[in-house]
């Protein structure tokens, strides 16, 4: 009679399960690779809908496809097996950009335009993609291509983002992968409540970007990004007002700057970049700024570092950084600054801002010698309560002893990027325009003979600098200081 019982059950449970999955195949995709799937899998999605909410099931095989448009309650499921190959631009697949208005575009289009992606939602909620399967974006472009088009509503043919999500609720991206994402893998403006665990994401621009969101946890995500950024966090006015980036953790990420490609097939190819690759960045975009971020346990390799940049009239505060490894660092391993680049409304007039910024047990070996960590704030709103402890940095070396009296330009109204500011005046540690500056426990050392001092300070105030250990070369001094005021070393 139990036997019986138990059986029941287990037939009435995989019953109503199988009431709520929507296999897009019975709804005629092909999965061939030939045949365009995304008018099947739409349907599949209105079916959900219509039953109110569901499983959209897409089996093993290749599902070439346009615009896919996620609804609330939806749960787009990737077999093991499955692919959605992103259609070429001359299939004319993709959905139109949404109309903008008269209002000002501040940001670029790939931050202000969502429907033209492979697969996008606004305004929707408990949303999910889930599953093992693969997004790979073969047919998107990796250039902002809206511009070109018709900025209040149009289509040029082609899609630019694998995933876009505009103010959503309540969502779950899990367990797949994005291959060659086009402009951005994964971008979400304006969305709450979110969490995105275990992707792998091997592409040729952007990441992740998380925009004007809060309330969202980033965890054991493997991010290659060898041309853009991995993992960005930004506070644009796509939204058409200025939104806070705030209450997000990211931990257990690694983040890599090969070949795209190859984290995928496992070769590792270390790519030859340019000016960024890889690392975690605040910025630029940064109208509302980023509050209560949280960053721990993660891994870089072949990438740049820690970028955290606040030019545009917005605060950067209560950020914390924690146990972070790195190797083979481009540029910088990390780097904190505030500008007046002011990409925004005219008559807005507040400076940007930063304070009480933490970053902890950090170690980083074949440091590029170009940067040395940098810290700088502006001459009238300095940089405010910055914590660098346990921080170990191995260096490549080899600058150059005048550089201790260059003329570091000003942040200002330049774009924050140090490979244009040049080699900084010191090769571990530079501040300028600080108060509040507490370094405890930091370790320099270089490869090749380094004529810089180890730490330069500049304008810098109200500070303790204490348990440095750092080798120079004869004649060079450990520590030197321009127009600082209570400064204990």
């Known amino acids: 009679m139990r036997q019986l019982l138990v059986a029941a059950f287990l037939s009435s449970a995989i019953f109503s399960y199988a009431g709520g999955v929507f296999n897009v195949t019975d709804f005629g995709a092909k999965g061939d690779g030939k045949t365009l799937d995304s008018p099947a899998i739409n ?36 077999s093991p097996g499955c692919v959605i190959l992103a259609a070429p631009a001359e299939m004319k697949a993709y959905d139109d950009s949404e109309e903008w208005g008269d209002f000002p575009q501040y940001q670029d289009g790939g931050h202000t335009f969502f429907h033209n992606s492979l697969i996008w939602a606004e305004s929707q909620e408990n949303i999910s993609i889930s599953g093992f399967g693969m997004i790979d974006g073969e047919g998107l472009t990796r250039k902002d291509t809206e511009r070109a088009g018709n900025l209040q509503g149009g289509s040029i043919g082609t899609g630019d983002k694998a995933i876009a999500l505009k103010q959503c609720r309540r969502v779950t991206l899990r367990d797949f992968t994005v291959y060659r994402g086009g402009h951005f893998a994964v971008i979400m403006t304006g969305c709450d409540i979110s969490t995105l665990d275990n992707l792998t994401i091997d592409t040729n621009r952007d990441g992740i970007d998380i925009d004007c969101c809060k309330y969202m946890t980033v965890t054991n995500c493997k991010v290659n990004t060898p041309h853009d950024d991995a993992i960005v966090l930004k506070s644009s006015y796509a939204l058409k007002k200025p939104v806070l980036c705030e209450h997000i ?19 590792y190819i270390p790519e030859k970049v340019n000016w960024v690759c890889g690392r975690f960045k605040l910025g630029t975009e940064s109208n509302g700024g980023y509050r209560n ?69 950090i170690v980083a070996d074949d440091c590029d010698s170009l940067c040395s960590i940098i810290v700088t704030g502006m001459p009238d709103e300095p940089v405010r309560n910055i914590w660098l402890n346990n921080i170990r940095l191995q260096f490549r070396g080899g600058g150059a002893k005048e550089l201790v009296n260059k003329d570091y330009r000003e942040q200002e109204t330049n774009y924050p990027e140090p490979k244009f500011a040049g080699e ?3 090769y571990g540690l530079y501040a300028r325009h600080v108060v509040g500056l507490n370094a405890d426990n930091l370790t320099f050392t270089y490869d090749r003979p380094e004529f810089r001092p180890a730490v330069v300070l500049d ?15 004869p004649g060079v001094e ?12």
Do not use: W
């Open 43 to 78: 349907a599949a999605i209105e079916a959900a809908v219509a039953d109110g909410g569901g499983q959209v099931f897409l089996p093993a095989g290749t599902f070439l496809s346009g615009s896919i448009r996620l609804k609330s309650n939806i749960e787009l499921h990737l």
């Open 249 to 267: 953790a990211v931990t257990n990420c690694n983040v890599t700057g090969y070949k795209c490609g190859s984290l995928l097939d496992g070769s």
């Open 293 to 361: 971020i949280s960053l721990s346990n993660c891994t870089f390799n072949y990438s740049s570092g820690l970028a955290f940049e606040e030019v545009d009239q917005g605060i950067m505060e209560n950020i914390t950084v924690s146990n972070i490894t790195m190797s083979h660092v481009h540029h910088y391993p990390i780097y904190i600054t505030t500008g007046c680049r002011n990409r925004g409304p005219k008559e807005v007039t507040r400076k940007s801002s930063a304070r009480d910024i933490q970053i902890s047990n």
């Open 424 to 426: 900084t005046p010191a």
């Open 459 to 473: 304008d810098v105030r109200d500070s303790k600098i204490i348990d440095i250990h750092a080798p120079t070369e």
């Open 478 to 489: 450990k520590i030197v200081m321009f127009n600082c005021e209570n400064v204990e070393i």
